[in-house]
T-cell receptor, first 113, second 114 residues
Framework: GQQLNQSPQSMFIQEGEDVSMNCTSSSIFNTWLWYKQDPGEGPVLLIALYKAGELTSNGRLTAQFGITRKDSFLNISASIPSDVGIYFCAGQRYGGATNKLIFGTGTLLAVQP | DAGVIQSPRHEVTEMGQEVTLRCKPISGHDYLFWYRQTMMRGLELLIYFNNNVPIDDSGMPEDRFSAKMPNASFSTLKIQPSEPRDSAVYFC????????????FGEGSRLTVL
């Protein structure tokens, strides 16, 4: 089935460092989203991107919708301990019988104080 | 406002037993989704409803799984009979509309089948 390849799988960094992760697909998406999952919780939406080339920020987070519509990246600047968690990209296409949201494989982020 | 509410948070059962997971979506959200999360397969969409009607159940693994939404404020996911490979975290999510991809997830139900 459809898969989104997310990298890296995991990152172990020091507090204050910047983080970058990305997501690629063999198919085009109309929407790219980034979610974060804290331990024992459900994923929470961080950023949504709806236009190719779009660059959007949410505090220390910045995400871009790739111009080819087949990729997206998420940057976190000046990481802090509460950034720990699993980050998922998600892609969605419009039209057709259904509009499934496909999730990436996740990037585990650990931040050492 | 209350978010998506799921119950139980944890369930441990023996193989062959029936399992029922419950979900209350956010009031006013027309879409409800059931996802399963495992280490091997990540987050998989099992089924989703629009206005209480199942729209896509192609992700439901097999006939042992069934989902219902009798009204706008309640949905169930049932597994009968359960098997050890069903062990996973099951998430319910709801949304106002489909095209935005903005889902609001519950805290999940962690199922362990022995």
């Amino acid at each position: 089935g459809q898969q989104l390849n997310q990298s890296p799988q995991s990152m172990f960094i020091q507090e204050g460092e910047d983080v970058s992760m990305n997501c690629t697909s063999s198919s085009i998406f109309n929407t790219w989203l980034w979610y974060k999952q804290d331990p024992g919780e459900g994923p929470v939406l961080l950023i949504a991107l709806y236009k190719a080339g779009e660059l959007t920020s949410n505090g220390r987070l910045t995400a871009q919708f790739g111009i080819t519509r087949k990729d997206s990246f998420l940057n976190i600047s000046a990481s802090i301990p509460s950034d720990v968690g699993i980050y998922f990209c998600a892609g969605q296409r419009y039209g057709g019988a259904t509009n499934k949201l496909i999730f990436g494989t996740g990037t585990l982020l650990a931040v050492q104080p | 406002d209350a978010g998506v509410i799921q119950s139980p948070r944890h369930e441990v059962t023996e193989m062959g037993q029936e399992v029922t997971l419950r979900c209350k979506p956010i009031s006013g959200h027309d879409y409800l989704f059931w996802y399963r999360q495992t280490m091997m397969r990540g987050l998989e969409l099992l089924i989703y409803f629009n206005n209480n009607v199942p729209i896509d159940d192609s992700g439901m693994p097999e006939d042992r799984f069934s989902a219902k939404m009798p009204n706008a404020s309640f949905s169930t996911l049932k597994i009968q009979p359960s098997e050890p490979r069903d062990s996973a975290v099951y998430f319910c999510a709801s949304s106002l509309e489909l095209v935005t991809g903005e889902l609001f997830f519950g805290e999940g139900s962690r199922l362990t089948v022995l």
